[in-house]
Nanobody, 123 residues
């Protein structure tokens, strides 16, 4: 049973930084795609960044140059370093995973989800 547990959310002023963590357990596949999504109430969940076990990464245009996705294999933990935060980054952030390559940014393509962690950025 794959479990994903996020942490690191909180409140920050614009221009600040936060690092989200996603501790993964129960994953046995060698090839996998992990991702960070975010969702604002009343809007669709959107992909922020993805990380493929083979090394490739994807970033949404809105976060390119500001956010960095990375993984510590020894700790089975996925990170999202968020710098130069903006009020429009305010959302619930979710960690997600699927077996195989990162072929989609559609939330429906991901099988496993964490419970989410709230990020609030004030101006």
């Amino acid at each position: 049973q794959v479990q994903l547990v996020e942490s690191g959310g909180g409140s920050m002023q614009a221009g600040g930084s936060l690092r989200l963590s996603c501790a993964a357990s129960g994953y046995t596949d060698r090839r996998y795609c992990m991702a960070w999504f975010r969702q604002v109430a009343g809007k669709e969940r959107e992909a922020v960044a993805t990380y493929y076990s083979g090394g490739s990464r994807y970033y949404a245009d809105s976060v390119k140059g500001r956010f960095t996705i990375s993984q510590d294999n020894a700790k089975n933990t996925l990170y999202l370093q968020m710098n130069s935060l903006k009020p429009e980054d305010t959302a619930m952030y979710f960690c997600a995973a699927r077996t195989g390559i990162c072929y989609t940014h559609d939330p429906a393509g991901f099988s496993y989800w964490g419970q989410g962690t709230q990020v609030t950025v004030s101006s």
